[in-house]
């Protein structure tokens, strides 16, 4: 599968690999839009959240507790992060394989752009 995510998953492509687990793996963003910008993502391809199950659940919300972690890590957690889920085009999604973005370090806009 041509999945610029699988890849750096499989380790076919280089990334700054910040946490790892059986499920879930999370690497510094090669474009950052903030001091932390960092994709957290499943090691099971889905491509947008509309394909996400009933059993993906519990992944879903781990990744969310992954994010939570590496914003209490950095030191942004008490500031405040965002965490970003950009589906399909219009939204602005480019890879299309499941990612959330927590943004960080940085007073963010709203509404966002
Ligand atoms: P999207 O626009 O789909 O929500 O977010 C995709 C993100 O992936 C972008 O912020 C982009 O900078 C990042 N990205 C795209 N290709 C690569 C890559 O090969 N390596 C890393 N580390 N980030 C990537
Ligand atoms: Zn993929």
């Not at 090691?43 to 507790?65: A, C, F, W, Y």
Request: contains cysteine.
């Amino acid at each position: 599968m041509d999945c610029m995510f699988c890849k750096i998953i499989q380790n076919k492509i280089p990334a700054k690999r910040v946490y790892e687990d059986d499920s879930i793996l999370a690497f510094e963003d090669v474009s950052p839009q903030a001091p932390v910008h960092i994709l957290i993502i499943p090691k099971k391809h889905i491509p947008t959240s509309l394909e996400i199950e009933e059993s993906d659940n519990e992944l879903i919300g781990r990744m969310v507790q992954v994010a939570n972690r590496i914003a209490t890590d950095r030191e942004v957690a008490g500031r405040g992060f965002r965490i970003v889920m950009n589906c399909n085009r219009e939204a602005g999604q480019t890879v299309f394989h499941l990612h959330l973005h927590l943004l960080a370090g940085r007073a963010m806009h709203w509404p966002p752009g």
